[in-house]
T-cell receptor
């Protein structure tokens, strides 16, 4: 009965590889997000989708490409991984785009690029 | 430039003590949220404040939004080990629904 789930939990890979992280929510929400939390715990938004449409696209290298096949899923594909991509990536969802709405976060995917 | 400054960055106290953490900005926010994040997990929303001067209480936690909506504080009374975690404030500006997070206060409550 997990609300927001992410796979994998841990991802260790070599520089230059391409990898994907998957996110699913069973809350019936229409808005989903990807955040990056660096080693100093700073959490920064990367992307947001509302009803499968991209609505927030922060200054993120175009090696990062989100995809939302349906409202319940938001995946993140990363090409040509770099050392600086090492971080914890969190998926989140909310009902609607209002900043007053609670965002529910997944457990995170810890990505380590060697 | 960090939009939301949180202080202190680290706080280690004994069980039963009181504490206050702060979230400050030079910008006005239309709303501000506080989250708690435990190790290996995602942040969990504690409270949302929207009105300048607003005070909200959640058991032993008291949240206050500054009159000018530029700052907020979180006060914990009689801290318990279960309060240990990373406390994050996050604000939204105007009609922008994007949340900007502070860097957090890492609280450790020792038994």
């Amino acid at each position: 009965d997990t609300a927001v789930s992410q796979t994998p939990k841990y991802l260790v890979t070599q520089m230059g590889n391409d990898k994907s992280i998957k996110c699913e929510q069973n809350l019936g929400h229409d808005t989903m997000y990807w955040y990056k939390q660096d080693s100093k715990k700073f959490l920064k938004i990367m992307f947001s989708y509302n009803n499968k449409e991209l609505i927030i696209n922060e200054t993120v290298p175009n090696r990062f490409s989100p995809k939302s096949p349906d409202k319940a899923h938001l995946n993140l594909h990363i090409n040509s991984l770099e050392l600086g991509d090492s971080a914890v990536y969190f998926c989140a969802s909310s009902q609607g785009t209002s900043s007053l709405n609670e965002q529910f976060f997944g457990p995170g995917t810890r990505l380590t690029v060697l | 430039t960090q939009l939301l400054e949180q202080s202190p960055q680290f706080l280690s106290i004994q069980e039963g003590e009181n504490l206050t953490v702060y979230c400050n900005s030079s910008s006005v926010f239309s709303s501000l949220q506080w989250y708690r994040q435990e190790p290996g997990e995602g942040p969990v929303l504690l409270v949302t404040v929207v009105t300048g001067g607003e005070v909200k209480k959640l058991k032993r936690l008291t949240f206050q939004f500054g009159d000018a909506r530029k700052d907020s504080s979180l006060h914990i009374t009689a801290a318990q080990p279960g309060d240990t975690g990373l406390y994050l404030c996050a604000g939204a500006r105007g009609s922008n629904y994007k949340l900007t997070f502070g860097k957090g206060t890492l609280l450790t409550v020792n038994p």
